[in-house]
């Protein structure tokens, strides 16, 4: 490594959480934006001495607009899939002046975001081949809200199966359009770049354990990566009152598991440890029919739904994290 | 600056290397703090260099091996955000797949110094030279200058940064070297110290356009038509305010350095009393020099200007030099199909610059040398001849004429 990284002890509950905002007013996601959530509660995380770099998506059309960005820190815009290689240009950047003595040394976070569209998909091969340099200290978060969002909703490789978007609407001979299974994307990284040391999932309804996920991140040391699941009103089609509760539901139907990778040790944590201790999960359904994306369902469309859930919790070697399951004995 | 200072930079040398080599050296010369490289012929030479001369300890910089051309030009792009001096290169279809960080790369007015080892835009499979891929950037906001010689492309490695990154400025620059011609090929070269060049090249200063927490600005904000027109508009006056930067650099270039052409942006070779001029960009310099100096020889006034900036372009010293002339052969390495006269990118741009002109010398176009194939003298002859022709019976037959084509 070759700056220290910033040291960021962990948020001990709510009251705890730094009053500081470093994302403000100005931006103009819609009402319940969850992705708009996780941005703030990632800067508040994160503090002032971050640079934080943006891909083209919701969290970017939505929330710079000239003359009124939200944003207190430093924020730079990058490609849709530049994540990855906006973080290592800039931690690059910054290491080699302070190395050189162009720059006072000291520890500056580096966080790229991007949405799923550009990380999950466009930008994949950028983050692997940024999570494979040890020496700049950078967090790539992730914010999936499920498509394509900024251009009008369209399915992306982290959509689930059978979701109604622009580009996979039900129709009168083929009702489920989206035919791909959602990509496990922190899980395929995790066990794709085993140097890395932490790579987690979380979700804006876990304020404060997704906060200190993003704490870690930053103070381990080298790359590392957040995917969080962000509940979407317009992309989910469900009333905004009801975010908070969506992502809950997520985690409880064991839908989304919430977990970290921190040097080569996988934990589950919340929800989904209770979960995997044998804790009854919440039926897939209480979730999807809280969202007209899947109001086209149909009994045995629910079931299949179901059931990959089940393998996933059953037969996956750990559950949400890594599919293929040893032979059973 | 603590750049590790070898035996090679303490005193003035004469080495004999490629053009690649000369441009790794020059690298090293300006102390690049991030470097990126991505494999394709014929560029690619650079950054062999480059990661040995790290190896060694010759100079230190961040060197990133990328997973593809877009990541190469994004890495640097945001490592020149935070104001670290960077450089880059690609060839061909490498160049291509990087387009969209190119572009916005100039929008954002960052001062990367890119090599582009110009290459044929393959499929079908070809490694030679042709200019199509760096003269896809003409209009993005890239300074853009042909080298033909080894030497030459030190030295102008040097002096983009010294203009990429000048205030008035901020613009990239991309230093076109012919591929194999001129990346692959040795000439004595006269390598400068490390003192001379801190001379020449103050360190990148990004002032209050450095991100940096002390200086928490935002770049690149959604402005619509609110406001991208008025930044347009800016880019396109720091390409006007470019050519003074030059001018003045470059003079100093001359001073510091004891060497230079008269102009930055063009070079002369006996025009003054030529009656026909012929017109092209890089290593055919050669040939055509070679060829020229025997026509001289059997009493025809031809001459040669090399182009050395395309972007800006150097309108008024083109208008004046060809302005008097009988006729002006223009030879483009480059393609643009479709276009006004179904001629050279060159072509088009000449003819435009000698248009306001009250008398506009003959204009004839052509294509050569596609793919890497060489342009010999013989070529060259052919196609004075074919001017030579125009000019005796004042009748174009035709604009665009390719050369040793088969049929
Ligand atoms: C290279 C490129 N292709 C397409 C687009 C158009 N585009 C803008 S935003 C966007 C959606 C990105 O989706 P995601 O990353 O999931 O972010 P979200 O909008 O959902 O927040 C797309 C496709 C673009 N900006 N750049
Ligand atoms: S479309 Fe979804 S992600 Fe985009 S601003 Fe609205 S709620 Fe947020
Ligand atoms: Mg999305």
């Not at chain 1, 580096?110 to 994949?124: E, N, P, R």
């Not at chain 2, 030190?154 to 990346?183: K, N």
């Not at chain 2, 025809?300 to 050395?308: D, N, Q």
């Not at chain 2, 610059?353 to 010398?361: A, F, G, N, V």
Request: glycine fraction near 8%; include cysteine; charged fraction near 20%.
């Amino acid at each position: 490594m070759t700056t220290v990284t910033q040291d960021l002890p962990p948020v001990k509950g709510v009251k705890n959480i730094p009053l500081e905002e470093q994302f403000t007013s100005g931006h103009r996601t819609c009402q319940g934006c969850e992705s708009a959530l996780v941005m703030r509660l990632m800067i508040k995380a994160a503090g002032p001495r971050t640079i934080v770099l943006g891909s083209t998506g919701c969290m970017y059309v939505a929330n710079t607009t000239y003359y009124s960005t939200p944003w207190v820190v430093p924020w730079m815009h990058t490609q849709l899939g530049s994540s990855g290689s906006a973080a290592t240009g800039t931690a690059a950047g910054l290491a080699s002046m302070m190395r050189k003595g162009k720059m006072k040394q000291e520890p500056i976070n580096v966080i790229a975001f991007c949405g799923d569209g550009g990380g999950a998909d466009m930008g994949l091969s950028a983050i692997s081949a940024t999570l494979q340099h040890e020496e700049y200290n950078l967090l790539i978060l992730m914010y999936d809200n499920e498509s394509y969002a900024n251009t009008d909703i369209q399915v992306s490789g982290s959509s689930p199966w059978g979701a109604n978007s622009t580009f996979s609407p039900p129709g009168t001979l083929h009702r489920i359009m989206n035919r791909r299974w959602k990509k496990n994307t922190a899980g395929m990284l995790a066990v794709g770049h085993p140097q890395v040391r932490y790579i987690a999932t979380g979700c804006a309804s876990y304020a404060t354990d997704m906060m200190n996920k993003v704490r870690k991140a930053l103070s381990i040391g080298g790359p590392t990566f957040i995917h969080t699941l962000d509940p979407c009103p317009k992309g989910w089609d469900y009333d905004p009152m009801y975010s908070h509760e969506l992502g809950m539901l997520a985690v409880q139907t064991g839908i989304w598991v919430q977990y970290e990778v921190e040097d080569g040790k996988v934990t589950l944590n919340g929800p989904s440890k209770m979960l995997a201790k044998g804790k009854k999960r919440l039926p897939v359904e209480e979730y999807l029919k809280r969202q007209g994306r899947f109001a086209h369902f149909t009994k045995e469309d629910i079931a299949y739904y179901q059931s990959q859930i089940d393998v996933m919790w059953e037969k996956w070697w750990i559950p949400g994290v890594i599919p293929p399951s040893p032979e059973d004995d | 600056m603590t750049t590790v200072e070898t035996q090679l930079f303490q005193t003035e040398q004469e080495e004999l290397i490629s053009g690649s080599e000369a441009i790794a050296i020059a690298c090293a010369l300006a102390d690049v703090d991030v470097i990126t490289a991505y494999p394709i012929r014929p560029y690619d030479t650079v950054m062999q260099y480059v990661s040995k001369l790290k190896a060694d300890g010759v100079f230190d910089c961040d060197f990133i091996v990328a997973e593809s051309e877009h990541s190469q030009f994004e890495i640097v792009k945001h490592a020149s955000a935070v104001g670290a001096r960077t450089f880059c290169g690609s060839s061909g279809v490498g160049w291509f797949y990087a387009f969209e960080a190119i572009t916005v790369t100039a929008g954002l007015r960052m001062p990367v110094v890119a090599m582009v080892g110009n290459r044929a835009l393959d499929d079908p499979g070809a490694f030679g030279t042709e200019h199509n891929d760096a003269l896809a950037v003409r209009d993005l906001g890239w300074m853009l200058y042909w080298v033909a010689t080894a030497q030459e492309a030190l030295d102008i490695a040097l002096l983009s940064w010294r203009v990429a990154e000048d205030p008035r400025v901020l613009l990239p620059m991309a230093i076109s070297c012919d591929g194999s011609f001129l990346t692959h090929s040795q000439a004595i070269v006269n390598v400068p110290t490390s003192e001379q060049v801190r001379k020449f090249l103050p360190p990148y200063d990004r002032g209050k356009l450095q991100l940096h927490p002390d200086n928490p600005i935002t770049i690149a904000p959604q402005v619509n038509e609110d406001w991208l027109m008025e930044i347009r508009r800016q880019s396109d006056e720091a390409m006007h305010r470019s050519v003074a930067v030059i001018e003045e650099a470059y003079a100093d270039f001359k001073k510091t350095f004891n060497r230079g052409d008269p102009s930055a942006f063009i070079e002369e070779y006996m025009t003054e009393d030529a009656e026909i001029l012929i017109v092209g960009m890089g290593t055919l310099a050669l040939p055509v020099r070679v060829a020229i100096r025997r026509m001289r020889e059997a009493g025809k006034k031809v001459g040669f200007v090399r182009i050395k900036f395309f972007r800006p372009f150097p309108t008024e010293e083109l208008q004046r030099v060809l302005g008097g002339v009988k006729a002006v052969c223009v030879i483009d390495r480059d393609y643009s199909f479709g276009s006004p006269s179904f001629a050279g990118v060159l072509f088009h741009e000449l003819r435009s610059t000698l248009y306001p002109l009250e008398k506009r010398p003959l204009m004839l176009n052509f294509i050569a040398g596609l793919g890497g194939r060489e342009i010999h003298t013989n070529d060259v002859n052919h196609m004075v001849d074919i001017v030579q022709k125009a000019i005796d019976t004042g009748k174009i037959e035709q604009e665009a004429t390719w050369i040793g084509v088969r049929e």
